[in-house]
């Protein structure tokens, strides 16, 4: 049943991902964990994920935006609300929330989550579990992913986009995928 009809799709820039990501997915068969809700990421990650039975963490620190997508849970797609911020947004951030949340192996993590400064601090939690890490957005230098993402054995940056992802693994020769 489709649910939150006639919303607006967001900037093209967010959907950057898309490719890189099913690729990691169709390129490897265990959980996956979905940093960071989206337009461009959540369904499709549902749909194809349900029809394979293999199970979806979604985790998101805006309440109110994890709710539009609340419709797609199922026996195989989980969804978590991290309360970091006070206020759904930005107030009294608590970042460190993150750390109680997807502690386990992951065939797949999505790094595409707020506030924008964790995500390396996650990207080294899962470096030695999962076979591979989507982080989107890796032209952005205040992110400062550079120092966590050159210590993987393997890394490929997807450019097509102007808003760069790059799938890092210590298992998976992740070049390969874009043979």
Not at 8 to 26: K, S
Not at 79 to 90: A, L, M, Q
Not at 109 to 137: S, Y
Request: net charge negative.
């Amino acid at each position: 049943m489709q649910k939150n009809i006639n919303r607006e799709l967001g900037n093209p820039n967010y959907g950057t991902h898309m490719v890189p990501l099913i690729n990691a997915i169709m390129n490897t068969t265990g959980d996956v964990f979905e940093m960071g809700c989206g337009d461009y990421s959540t369904p499709l990650l549902h749909y194809i994920l349900t029809k394979q039975k293999r199970k979806l963490l979604s985790a998101d620190t805006d309440l109110k935006w994890l709710s539009l997508f609340k419709y797609l849970e199922n026996d195989y797609h989980d969804f978590e609300y991290v309360k970091v911020y006070d206020d759904d947004w930005s107030l009294n951030p608590k970042p460190e929330k993150w750390n109680n949340i997807g502690n386990k192996n992951w065939s797949v993590v999505f790094i595409d989550h707020r506030p924008g400064e964790r995500r390396k601090i996650d990207i080294e939690r899962f470096k030695n579990t999962a076979e591979i890490i989507v982080v989107h957005d890796t032209d952005v230098e205040s992110y400062g992913y550079e120092p966590i993402i050159s210590q993987f054995k393997y890394q490929y940056v997807y450019k097509i986009y102007k808003t760069y992802t790059t799938l890092v693994s210590n298992f998976i020769d992740v070049s390969k995928l874009f043979e």
